[in-house]
C-alpha cells in the first residue's frame, strides 16, 4: 500500500512540474528552469527503472545457470540481448530529456 501511495505522489508531482513547464506562453527563467527539472527527473527514474531490471534479469540469470550450468550459454545470451532491449529504454528516456532541454519545442 506504502508503495502505491508513493508511486502515485510522484506521478502527481512529476505532472504537475511537467504541465508548469509547458504551460508557459514564452521561455523565462521559471519554464526554463521547470523543464530541467523535469528532465533530470525523468532521466533519473529511467535509469533507476533499467537499473532495478537489469538488477532483477542478472539475479534470474545466475539463479539459472546455477541450476543447470549446461544451459548457461543460451541464458548468457539471452541476458544480453535482454540487457540491449533494457538499455534502449533508458537511451530513449535521455534523448527525449535533450530535446525538452535543447530543442524544446514548447518553447
Do not use: H, Q, W
Request: charged share 10%; proline share 2%.
Amino acid at each position: 500500500m506504502r508503495k502505491l501511495l508513493l508511486t502515485v505522489l510522484n506521478t502527481v508531482v512529476l505532472l504537475g512540474t511537467a504541465g508548469v513547464a509547458f504551460a508557459a506562453d514564452k521561455l523565462d527563467s521559471a519554464s526554463l528552469g521547470f523543464t530541467c527539472l523535469a528532465a533530470a527527473i525523468g532521466i533519473g527514474i529511467s535509469a533507476c527503472g533499467c537499473g532495478v531490471g537489469m538488477g532483477l534479469g542478472l539475479k534470474a540469470a545466475c539463479e539459472g545457470v546455477a541450476r543447470n550450468p549446461e544451459v548457461s550459454g543460451k541464458i548468457t545470451g539471452t541476458m544480453i540481448l535482454a540487457f540491449a532491449f533494457i538499455e534502449s529504454l533508458a537511451i530513449y528516456a535521455l534523448v527525449i530529456s535533450f530535446i525538452l532541454l535543447y530543442a524544446n519545442p514548447y518553447a
